[in-house]
């Protein structure tokens, strides 16, 4: 499967449907993955997947989506009544235009890597080492995925990327403490494993005999692993054209205004250098690095094809795949390095918490973009700028934006991130945040 026989099933689809316009999107995956528990490989598995996912318009502005894992020509003619079938069930939508048009796409790499499981297996053969050299207990996952994906639409709309990622992650267990770390690059020569786990088992070790600390307004130190999954919410509640213009984001009505300190800046870059590029979204529209919070002041939301037609705004390129309810989403945001260490940070705190990582995070109000969760993996306080103690874990409710607006410091440097539930894959710094809110401990 290749590019030029991916367009060949695109133009294959294009001859069976008489809908008014059709949209193709068409995925090509290898995957491997181990994994590993209680210091032993447990799972070594490696499968492929096809995908098609073809969207119909008919009647002007009645849409329909139907999707199928095989490419065979049955089973394409089918996938295409199925979505005008269904198209022609549906209300019309009043403020549907039309696909978008063909623009110029981004060149990006496009290389690929395919990890052996020999590669994946000593990885994990380092973490589950470090962790027997001190008595503990390692699990975790190493994958390597490799992907083709196609884009293309009736009104011409061609986009075609391939890339590759290797994911590696680890929870090391002690009696009564956890360490966690990971790495994500697009090969294995890029991981270190051995830094992995040497981080996790540290993270263990000096987490051990956690003492307890009674809730309240702390100042936090969130390494970047925290603060990427406070703001994975950020991400989909807030600069999202959809629930912006619904008046149920935070943002909403704030385009131009001082939302968050003047410290915090926030960007969408989908050509980052360390992350996985992105030419294009799931219309094929061109991507392109975008500025959404400048020194605190709101400058740009995200928006698809849909929403850029209905409020008369700029296709920024952020559509997810059809049918998509949740509205357009930037993927590869960060919050831009500031000019601290690590640290420095910690010496700066008279009183406050070293959080590795948030867990169970969810969302308890969305307009405000209130969160619960719980801090997990090695939770530290700090007194007069110096590690203490570990204490035992604690849970939180705190607004998102009140967070952004007391910032204290920013780390200098950007750290890639990897989630152990595979979750989306970005770049974060440190964070100092005056004043976080824990309301309750845990007995761990």
Known sequence: MNKSKLKSIAEQIFS?????QTEIILSVSNNSLTRFANNQIHQNVAWKNLGVSIRVVVEKNKIGVASTNS????????????????????QPDPYFQSLPSPHIIPTVDQSTYSATEEELAAGVNEIISAAQAKNLTASGAYSNDTYQLAIANSLGVWAYHKGSSCNLSTIVLGKDS???ASDVAKNTSEINPAEVGNIAVQKTLESAHPQNIDPGEYDVIFEPQAASEMMA????????????????????????KQVFGKNITLIDDPFHPDIFPMPFDYEGQPKKKMTIVEKGILKNIAYDSYYAKRYDAQNTGHALPAPNTLGPIPLHMYIAPGDKT???MIASVKRGLLVTRLWYVRVLNAKMLNITGMTRDGTFLIE??????????????????????????IESKLTRLASFEGELVGLMPTLHIRGWHFTSGTLF
């Open 16 to 20: 069976s449907s008489h809908a008014q």
């Open 71 to 90: 490419f065979d020509e049955a089973s394409l003619k089918q996938t295409v009544a199925r979505a005008i079938e269904l198209a022609k069930l549906q």
């Open 178 to 180: 956890s360490g966690f």
């Open 233 to 256: 919410f950020f991400q989909w509640y807030g600069p999202n054209a959809r629930i912006y213009h619904e008046q149920a984001s935070p943002l909403s009505g704030k385009m131009g």
């Open 342 to 344: 690590r640290n420095e």
């Open 384 to 409: 007069n700028g110096k590690i203490v103690k570990p204490v035992k874990n604690l849970r939180f409710n705190q607004s998102i934006p009140e967070a952004l607006n007391n910032v204290v410091a």
